[in-house]
C-alpha cells in the first residue's frame, strides 16, 4: 500500500483534522455566504477605493476576491499586509478587516488607522481584539467559526467580502458564482481525498513527485493568485520551501535564470496552473516557455482550472495546491498543523 492511501496512518499524524477541514471548503462557501448577507449594511453611498487588511490566511482571501471580480469592480482593490492603510483611503473608502483570531497586529493598526479617517469599515473575525472593537464602535461583523485554522478557513475568509461588496449594490451575482463554485469544489474533494487512492488521484500523485525537491509554481492571471495560495500551503502545512511567479511578467527576468547552478536543477519541480480563459498571449507564453526549459528542468507538471465563474476556477486551481501539501506533510511524516515557529515569533513580538 502506498504511504498516502493509508487513511489511518493520515489520520493518526493530522492532529487537528487538517483534511476534514480542507474538505469542508464547498459547505464553507455557502454558509459564509448566507452568514454575509444576513449583515446589516447601511448604504454606503459612493464608494471610492477598497481596502482589505489581513495577514497570511486571513488576506489570500481578498487576493481571491480582488482577481475574481476585478471585471466587475469599479474602483480600485487592494490587499493591506502590514500596519498602514495606502495614503489614498479616505472617508469615502471601504475597509474590510479580515483577522481569523481577531488578534493580528498589523490587521488591528489598520482598523485604528481607518476609524481615524472615518472610513466604512466592516470586520470579518471569530472575535478577539477585532470582535471587540466592532462592538465598541457599532461596525458591520462577519462571525466566522473557531473549528478552523485560519489556512483552512479559505471560504469564510473570501466569501463574506464578495457577499458584501453585493449587497452594498458593487458586485453581481455572487450567490450564483458561489453555489457553483461548491459543486466544482465538492467534486474535487472526491477526487483529491485520502479515500481515493493514488493511481487515480492527482493530488498524491504530485506529492510523491515534490517530495525532497523544491515546488515552483507558475501561473498567469487567476492562476497567479492560486500559485501564491500553493506556495502558502506548502510553507505551512509541509513545512518546506516553495517559490513562485507569474506570467507574463516571469518572462522579462525569471526565465533566464533557469541555468545555474546547473547542477542543482534537478532539485526544483515546475508545476503550471493553467486557465483555458487566459488571454490567449499568456498561454502562448506558458506553452513557449515549457519549450524553453525542457532541457534544464524535465517534466513540468500541469493542471487545469475547471468551472465556469472566475470564482469557480481560481478555488479549483488553489483547492488541489491544499491537498498538495497535506500529502507533502504526510510523505516527511510531519503533522501539519502546528506552525511552532510563527507563534514562537509572535511571542517574541508580544
Not at 493509508?6 to 469542508?24: E, P, R, T, Y
Not at 487576493?63 to 476585478?70: E, F, K, L, R, S
Not at 475568509?157 to 453581481?172: F, K, N, T, Y
Amino acid at each position: 500500500m502506498s504511504k498516502l492511501d493509508d487513511v489511518s496512518a493520515i489520520k493518526a499524524l493530522d492532529s487537528q483534522d487538517q483534511f476534514g477541514m480542507v474538505a469542508s471548503l464547498s459547505s464553507q462557501l455557502m454558509e459564509a455566504y448566507e452568514a454575509a448577507v444576513a449583515v446589516e449594511l447601511e448604504d454606503f453611498g459612493e464608494v471610492s477605493g477598497i481596502a482589505v487588511a489581513g495577514m497570511g490566511g486571513s488576506a489570500i482571501g481578498s487576493d481571491v476576491i480582488a482577481a475574481a471580480y476585478d471585471d466587475q469592480l469599479g474602483s480600485p482593490m487592494v490587499t493591506v499586509r502590514g500596519y498602514q492603510l495606502p495614503r489614498w483611503i479616505s472617508s469615502r473608502s471601504l475597509v474590510f478587516a479580515v483577522s481569523y483570531s481577531g488578534n493580528t497586529e498589523e490587521t488591528l493598526s489598520c482598523v485604528e488607522e481607518a476609524l481615524d479617517r472615518s472610513c466604512r469599515v466592516i470586520c470579518v473575525s471569530t472575535g478577539g481584539k477585532l470582535g471587540d472593537i466592532a462592538a465598541r464602535e457599532g461596525l458591520p461583523y462577519v462571525e466566522v467559526p473557531t473549528s478552523l485554522q485560519p489556512r483552512a478557513a479559505m471560504g469564510w475568509l473570501s466569501v463574506p467580502i464578495a457577499a458584501c461588496l453585493e449587497s452594498l449594490g458593487l458586485l453581481e451575482s455572487v450567490e450564483e458564482d458561489v453555489r457553483e463554485a461548491g459543486v466544482v469544489i465538492d467534486q474535487l474533494a472526491e477526487l483529491y481525498g485520502p479515500a481515493n487512492p493514488a493511481e487515480r488521484n492527482p493530488a498524491k500523485q504530485l506529492a510523491s513527485a515534490l517530495e525532497n525537491r523544491i515546488p515552483i509554481i507558475y501561473g498567469s492571471e487567476l492562476t497567479a493568485v492560486a500559485a501564491y495560495r500553493w506556495k502558502c500551503q506548502i510553507n505551512e502545512n509541509s513545512k518546506a520551501l516553495a517559490f513562485t511567479h507569474e506570467f507574463p511578467e516571469l518572462n522579462h527576468n525569471e526565465v533566464v535564470g533557469w541555468e545555474r547552478p546547473a547542477e542543482r536543477m534537478k532539485d526544483f519541480q515546475l508545476v503550471y496552473l493553467r486557465d483555458a480563459q487566459n488571454h490567449p498571449q499568456n498561454n502562448k507564453r506558458m506553452d513557449i516557455t515549457a519549450d524553453l526549459l525542457a532541457d534544464y528542468i524535465g517534466d513540468i507538471r500541469e493542471y487545469a482550472a475547471t468551472g465556469q465563474s472566475r470564482l469557480a476556477r481560481l478555488l479549483s486551481s488553489a483547492y488541489l495546491g491544499d491537498f498538495v501539501s497535506l500529502y507533502l506533510a504526510v510523505l516527511y511524516g510531519i503533522d501539519p498543523s502546528p506552525v511552532e515557529r510563527i507563534e514562537d515569533l509572535k511571542r517574541r513580538l508580544a
